[in-house]
């Protein structure tokens, strides 16, 4: 399939940025996923430490099963399958996870008499430590990018845009 262009005979900036973004969000998403997936004890440790799950057997469901969710996602944005559905659940993770990291963090600043932006701790993105204003202003850009792919109406240079 030829991609529409314009007057100049380039494709649209449009339809380029929407693959940028989809090829940017897979990256992040695979790296991410597979060092989590690589390292289970030490995800299972950080998952932990934000004290949002009690039960031992969704704490471990979580931490085997989550990275393998975001290689996944990754995958889908990379092959250009499924992109709509995939941003939404990239979305779906996103929000939540950057609450807890917020609430951690504000918690963190409290307890140590810190400036906000002067905390650091690994968070479980599979970054390392990482300044927390830094680190929220990754997810919120991550968010953006998936929110992007979300409206986007066409599914050009996907082999799938949409499953239905």
């Known amino acids: 399939m030829i991609p ?13 940025l929407a693959v ?10 695979l790296y991410m996923g597979l060092n989590k997936a ?40 990379l092959l250009g399958i499924a992109v709509r559905g995939t941003a939404v659940i990239l979305v779906a993770m996103l929000i939540p996870f950057t609450v807890l990291v917020l609430l951690r963090a504000l918690a963190m600043s409290k307890a140590g008499g810190l400036p906000f932006c002067a905390i650091k701790f690994d968070c479980g993105c599979g970054t390392g430590e990482v300044l927390i204003c830094r680190k929220l202003a990754e997810n919120t850009l991550l968010m953006a990018l998936s929110a992007a792919l979300i409206f986007w109406q066409r599914g050009r240079f996907c082999l799938r845009y949409k499953v239905v």
């Open 4 to 16: 529409e262009t314009d007057q100049t005979g380039c494709c649209r900036a449009a339809d380029l």
């Open 38 to 77: 690589l390292h289970p004890v030490e995800f299972l440790k950080l998952v932990r430490q934000y004290d949002a799950i009690h039960s031992p057997f969704l704490l471990n469901l979580t931490a085997s099963g989550l990275p393998w969710v975001e290689v996944f996602c990754g995958l889908l944005l």
């Open 20 to 29: 940028l973004a989809r090829v940017t969000l897979a990256g992040v998403f």
